[in-house]
């Protein structure tokens, strides 16, 4: 197959969903097929929607995958005349964010005429797909394919797990993501504010993305006074990222939304309890109390209660680390995955 990935920006952003492109191209590439980047300029929200006026898809390719973060570009484009089918890989709902209901209307109106025009979609959870069926309000066809989360492969077995989990040491905690609002560290200081037990904080998630609320971030951590326990990394990989997830005991993303949520699992792979909210496709693979916990968004009280309960409680931590191992055990290999994504692709293109 020929096939053309439309995203903004460079291929190798950090990001989960980024993450998900690039695992995508190459594991196509390894099975023999050919795969370009059609990368547009990353800009505004409002300057996205002129693209309409002059980009067009590109000839000769068997079928174009569109990263539906790019939806407000191609509002015009996926209208004019084409020969091959066109797919919309789809991380997240821009419309489910958390903004004012105005804008989300907004978005809701533009995204949905997106999604109208488009052949067939790969959704990254099923939260995802759900959403985008009740915005479309039609069947169209689709595949669910989990994002990569087995990139580490195993590190620790169940006995140094519990060994970690009954060390007592400072509860050890990681934050791993985009250090933008959505992802909720905000959330994570406050409940960290009054907290008696000891800990530490390992933040690791890019210091650039948006630097005014990092910056914000780092000076609510020193006015609460946790300078000494609170440490922000930026972003890392390779070594230095598997040394902070065998160093962790719990790991604490508290977003808003998640369309998915890769790091959750990652953590999970090194026993790691995840805590996440209740808002997004985290429940897919969290149980609450049993391999780690979902509370409301934007709520720090629970959030400092949950945490609490695992620092004094070990063996509850033992145990919870152990069921998160388990659970990262039985999620499909990217490989597995991506045997299905390639079926499905050959398929649009044969029924086109």
Known sequence: MKIGLI??????????????????????????????VISLPQRNYAAYLLDNFYFR??????????????????????????????????????????????????????ERRYLNSVDGFIFNSSTTCDAVQALIGEQKRFIVAHPPTDRFGLHLNGNQIRSRANEPNPLCLLFLGNIIPLKGLHVLLEALRHQTFDFRLDVVGSLTVDQAYVHKMQEKANACGLSSKVFFHGVLDGEPLLERLEYARVMVVPSSYEGFGIAYLEGMGFGLPAIATTSGAASEFITDGENGYLIPPENASILAERLTRLANDRELLARMSINALKRYQRQPTWEETMDRIRDFLLQMIITK
């Open 57 to 110: 898809l590109p000839r000769g390719f068997d079928l174009i995958i569109e990263d539906e973060l790019n939806h407000p570009s191609l509002l015009k484009t996926n209208r004019q005349k084409h020969s091959y089918p066109v797919v919309s890989l789809v991380h997240n709902l821009h419309s489910l964010e958390p903004r004012s209901a105005w804008q989300n209307d907004l978005y809701q109106i533009i």
């Open 7 to 36: 995203i903004y920006g460079s291929l190798d952003t950090v990001s989960g969903g980024y993450l998900y492109d690039r695992n995508l191209v190459e594991s196509l590439r390894r099975r023999g097929d050919q795969v370009e």
